[in-house]
């Protein structure tokens, strides 16, 4: 049979949550609804003088150890022996998020092994494992080492165990462009599916939660020096200080609407991509947002959509001072300036900042949004920056108002950006 490219919609049909706000698509629901926050006090290294104390922490899951028969997880996922040997951490977290997700679609694991299947990740790798490996080829003076050492600990480590367990065979790649990498994943997925190389694409971002992933944030001072959560993470907020880190696994299912099953119900469709640089700092947003402008402005042509028809926005804002404003910056440059004003809020508010996995986890929360007719607010948000007054629509409270079109960004160190747009379906 032959393909190509492709008009058909492209779906999300399955999720799967492992995060700080819930570790299932109700307990999800119930948070970004409520806005109950994820975040919990952490004592890093055993050290109390450390400015970091809060974490977006992980619930059900002990994985503190870097021999992963002292692992423990919820019941339904007991990862067998020999996917777990090579996994990191968030590794355990991924396939507890992949097998939600796959029962959710009502795919089977055998559905997976076609060739019209394919499977992309993100994830920065585990700091932990590597740092655990490393210490022990020292100490032995490289003669002896894990042969796992390698598999569980660089970039790739979700695709090569996780693919290899699920038996993928339309492809499986990874994504690295820092906190917009799981965006990238989920743009590039979109475009496989239209090209017709594939019908359906399983996504996943994951990220460990420990000190060997987070502290060295606290070098950069990128992280929030605050202990009380309300004040930690709080984007757009003038008493900002910077990002609480966080991580887990977020999966979504993309797929071709012409080949799903007649069963299926999917979340939404996203409708397209775009992506753009900024060119300007390693680490840090153009402050005039012209980057994320760019990319905001390319996926609305691309979709060939009018500004004034997104009436939601998930903005990436991470509650730094320098991100949140360029971010704003080029909201109001892209919107406001021509008289729209689309509701507005990020949702780390409520679960901090997990790194690679955003993209995932938040057009994840977007899907929930759309199926079940609410758009979540801005947790913590008291006193907004003046900076970001402008013509920005920042909504406080979670409001039962179904989004019919939705924007969705993120962005990533050395200027990443991609933006993302998504409406309900049927």
């Not at 997700?101 to 394919?118: H, K, M, Q, V």
């Not at 038996?167 to 990874?174: I, L, M, R």
Request: glycine residues 10%; charged residues 15%.
């Amino acid at each position: 049979m032959a393909h190509g490219f492709t008009s058909s919609p492209v779906v999300v049909t399955g999720l799967g949550f492992i995060t700080s706000i819930g570790n299932d698509s109700n307990e999800v629901s119930e948070s970004l609804s409520s806005l109950k926050h994820g975040l919990t006090p952490v004592t890093f290294l055993d050290n109390p003088a450390l400015p970091v104390k809060l974490v977006g922490s992980i619930k059900g899951f002990e994985v503190d150890s870097p021999y992963y028969q002292k692992w423990s997880a919820p019941e339904r996922y007991q990862a067998p022996k020999e996917l777990l040997r090579g996994l990191p951490p968030h590794g355990l977290y991924a396939y507890a998020a992949i097998e939600q997700a796959l029962e959710d679609a009502g795919i089977s694991t055998s559905d997976l092994r076609d060739d019209r299947t394919a499977f992309y990740c993100a994830s920065a790798g585990s700091a932990f494992l590597l740092h655990h490996h490393l210490a022990e080829m020292h100490r032995l003076k490289g003669q002896r080492g894990s042969p796992f050492g390698v598999v569980s600990t660089i970039a790739g480590t979700l695709n090569f165990n996780l693919g290899a367990h699920y038996g993928f065979k339309g492809g499986n790649c990874g994504f690295v462009s820092a906190c917009a990498s799981s965006a990238h994943a989920l743009g590039h997925a979109i475009d496989q599916i239209r090209l017709g190389r594939v019908d359906r694409v399983v996504v996943v971002g994951a990220e460990d939660v420990n000190a060997e992933s987070i502290l060295p944030f606290a070098a950069m001072r990128a992280l929030s020096t605050q202990a009380i959560p309300e004040r930690a993470s709080c984007p757009f907020d003038r008493q900002r200080n910077g990002f609480v880190a966080s991580g887990g696994a977020v999966a979504l299912i993309l797929e071709n609407a012409s080949t799903v099953g007649s069963s299926a119900n999917p979340y939404g469709e996203i409708i397209d991509w775009a992506q753009s640089c900024d060119g300007f700092n390693p680490a840090i947003s153009d402050p005039q947002g012209q980057g994320i402008a760019s990319s905001m402005r390319r996926v609305l042509q691309s979709a060939d959509m009018d500004a004034g028809e997104v009436d939601y926005l998930n903005a990436h804002a991470t509650s730094t001072v320098q991100g949140d404003r360029s971010e704003a910056r080029a909201i109001c440059e892209v919107f406001g300036k021509h008289g729209f004003h689309p509701r507005v809020s990020s949702t780390k508010g409520l679960t901090g900042h997990p790194l690679s996995m955003a993209g995932a986890m938040e057009t994840a929360f977007c899907m929930l949004a759309l199926r079940q007719g609410f758009t979540p607010g801005n947790a913590h948000l008291q006193s907004v920056d003046p900076d970001e007054v402008g013509e920005l629509h920042l909504i406080s409270t979670t409001e039962s108002i179904r989004p019919q079109l939705i924007l969705k960004n993120s962005c990533g160190f050395g200027g990443s950006n991609v933006s993302l747009l998504l409406r309900p379906w049927n």
